[in-house]
């Protein structure tokens, strides 16, 4: 059976040109199931794990259908997501997907100024994405205005109820167009997420669920080493000297754990630094400029503060500790 491609998804021209500027050919397996649904109108629920291409699978045909539309003021597309880093991964992605329809999007997260957030949703904004908090902080300040928008985007569902956000985004719902389209990306679909769907969603949803037959990629080589814990910064050290890694990620199960090992391997003279949600939002970001630009070898991180970060390069990942479950692995 012949791939399909982009180009037969009816995605409009300035969004098919885009994605061809981005190098994708052939799309993933969530994108080729849900940019058809999407583009009819339909409500979406789509079980999918991080990596599969799901920022692409929504934003195209949001930014696609935002092109079809009459013109009109205010913002037509939310995208919610449980942390800063995602959000901004989010925008970076629907940017370049709108790099010749000119859709304008706007990150609103903790951690910034919400005066300078209020006065870009001011100058004129097309989609936003968000953390449930920082958009309900906007909401309640009626600097964002929801109801009359087109589309609503849950990415991460399950994260964000794991982080405890599931009444914010009852609170955000609540505020938006009962017309609006709604699509709901979750790894797993707990109970809480099953009933957010149910009583937030047209009746005809549609689901969509990527098998987890291919959580990881064949041309990876996987290993694991059994040591005791008093064991473990002599064991990774080794490892690295083996290795000889350029550019390596290293996650742990807590901040307290992601500060520790890298005063630990600082103190033996890796060019290392970390990432987590203690850390300021300018720390953060300056700490991913330079793993990025490979000016930084080594990023140790937490599940969550790393989840969904896309850097090209990384010759290995190091799991420190024993990652909480499969899809964070992966």
Known sequence: MENKNFENLNLNEDVLKAIQHMGFETPSAIQEKSIPVVLEGADVIAQAQTGTGKTLAFGAPVISALCDKEKKKGVKALV??????????????????????????????????????????????????????????HINRRTLKLGGIDFLVLDEADEMLNMGFIEDIETIMESTSEEKQTMLF????????????????????????????????????????????????????????????????????????????????????????????????????????????????????????????????????INYDIPQDAESYV
């Open 186 to 317: 979750s790894a797993t679909m707990p109970e809480p997420i099953k009933k957010l769907a149910l009583n937030y969603m047209k009746k005809d949803v549609e689901h969509i669920a990527i098998l987890k037959k291919s959580l990881t990629v064949d041309k990876i080589a996987q290993n694991y080493f059994a040591v005791k814990n008093k064991d473990k910064l002599e064991a990774i050290c080794r490892i690295i000297d083996s290795e000889e890694p350029e550019s390596a990620i290293i996650f742990c199960r807590t901040k307290r754990g992601v500060d520790e090992l890298v005063e630990a391997m600082q103190s033996k003279g890796y060019n290392v630094e970390g990432m987590h949600g203690d850390m300021s939002q300018n720390q953060r970001i300056n700490t991913l400029k330079k793993f990025k630009k490979a000016t930084l070898n080594f990023l140790v991180a937490t599940d969550v503060a790393a989840r969904g970060i896309d850097v090209e390069n990384i010759s290995h990942v």
């Open 80 to 137: 919610l997501t449980p942390t800063r880093e995602l959000a901004l991964q989010i925008k970076d992605e629907l940017k370049r997907l709108s790099k010749y329809s000119k859709t304008k999007v706007l990150p609103v997260y903790g951690g910034e100024s919400i005066e300078r957030q209020i006065k870009d949703i001011k100058s004129g904004v097309d989609i936003v994405v968000g953390t449930p908090g920082r958009v309900l902080d």
